[in-house]
């Protein structure tokens, strides 16, 4: 047998009884910077809790929405819905896209009015 022959036959004997994968772990260094940043991000917010704002009238929140979509200003909604923990979900803001009979688009998200705890016109 040559050289060549019995170092194929080592290597062969190595991949097949001893080699072991290592999975994940050799994967994770593959990661780029800007997702495991982003997953960070998503995890803070996931645990974020929404402080509780004084609650205002619906005829109050509703003059500022039209308000604010007439002059394009930003808001921040709370709503009055709470997680299974007992917090408020996380506000919303951005600009106010429109109406409908039932609710308001902030961000082309609808909120009802019923669960508008809160409005606030940013600066």
């Known amino acids: ?8 036959i080592i290597i062969n004997r190595y ?5 072991r994968e290592r999975g994940k772990i050799k994967w994770n260094g593959y990661f780029l910077s800007d997702h495991t940043s982003s997953l960070v991000k998503e995890d ?6 929404t402080q509780k704002l004084p609650r205002i009238p619906l005829n109050e929140a509703q003059s500022i929405l039209q308000h ?13 819905i709470e ?7 996380p506000n919303v803001t951005g600009l ?7 609710g308001v688009y902030i961000n082309q998200q609808f909120i009802a009015f019923e ?3 809160t409005v606030i016109r940013e600066k």
């Open 115 to 117: 669960d508008i705890r």
């Open 96 to 102: 106010v896209n429109g109406f409908t009979e039932s």
């Open 15 to 19: 991949f097949k009884n001893d080699y």
């Open 83 to 89: 997680t299974y923990d007992g917090y408020l979900i």
């Open 44 to 49: 803070v917010q996931r645990n974020q809790k």
């Open 68 to 80: 604010s979509c007439v002059n394009y200003h930003i808001v921040t909604v709370q709503q009055n």
């Open 1 to 8: 047998m040559t050289n060549k022959e019995n170092f194929s």
